[in-house]
């Protein structure tokens, strides 16, 4: 099964407008964490927001927030007043704490293309 | 420089040839790590460094073989590819000591196998 979800292959947005990119995840572990990854064309992964499962509010950084529901499993993206430089490729992921141990493993969904439109 | 840096940028190479990646963090970090990135598929780990040990080699062909001399730089020599071994391959880098773990990126190298 798919740890990591995103259903929509594409999306395109309005300028100004927000938007919201989904991600649901699958996990047994209590203790995880959700990130959400900007790629544009030139090729970087560009580290966006975190969540941690125990994180009782739903994180926001700037323009980004994350919908966090817990119980149905999903960690959704919101870009609000995107803008032109928003167009790119973004990426879910979840870290499974079991998997500690000095380092950070990673699993990531297959992304989401979005296209901000004037 | 700062952040995450990977070279070269682009490389073409054939199938007999031997080339290595770069890449260096410039962040403190005590962890890195390679992926590996083709068309249509989702971002794929190939191998985890932590503090220079290798804790993670994702079931990888011999044909990459990683090396991490310091905690700052990594390198993924190739030595007879395949064509399907064209790919962006991403370097990243992340700090253990608690929180949230994020892995920083760098700018990938493009590789095309001839």
């Known amino acids: 099964a798919q740890k990591i979800t995103q259903t929509q292959p594409g999306m395109f947005v309005q300028e100004k407008e927000a938007v919201t990119l989904d991600c649901t995840y699958d996990t047994s572990d209590p203790s995880y964490g959700l990130f959400w990854y900007k790629q544009p064309s030139s090729g970087e992964m560009i580290f966006l927001i975190y969540q941690g499962s125990y994180d009782q509010q739903n994180a926001t950084e700037g323009r980004y927030s994350l919908n966090f529901q817990k119980a149905r499993k999903s960690a959704n993206l919101v870009i609000s007043a995107s803008q032109l430089g928003d167009s790119a490729m973004y990426f879910c992921a979840m870290r499974e704490d079991r998997f500690s141990g000095g380092y950070n493993k990673l699993i990531f969904g297959a992304g989401t293309r979005l296209a901000v439109h004037p | 420089e700062t952040g995450v840096t990977q070279t070269p940028r682009h490389l073409v190479m054939g199938m007999t040839n031997k080339k290595s990646l770069k890449c260096e963090q410039h962040?403190?970090?005590?962890?890195m790590y390679w992926y590996k990135q083709s068309a249509k598929k989702p971002l794929e780990l190939m191998f985890v460094y932590n503090f220079k040990e290798q804790t993670e080699n994702n079931s990888v062909p011999s044909r990459f073989s990683p090396e991490c001399p310091n905690s700052s730089h990594l390198f993924l020599h190739l030595h007879t590819l395949q064509p399907e071994d064209s790919a962006l391959y991403l370097c990243a880098s992340s700090q253990d000591t608690g929180g949230r773990y994020e892995q920083y990126f760098g700018p990938g190298t493009r590789l095309t196998v001839t």
């Open positions: 962040l403190g970090h005590n962890a």
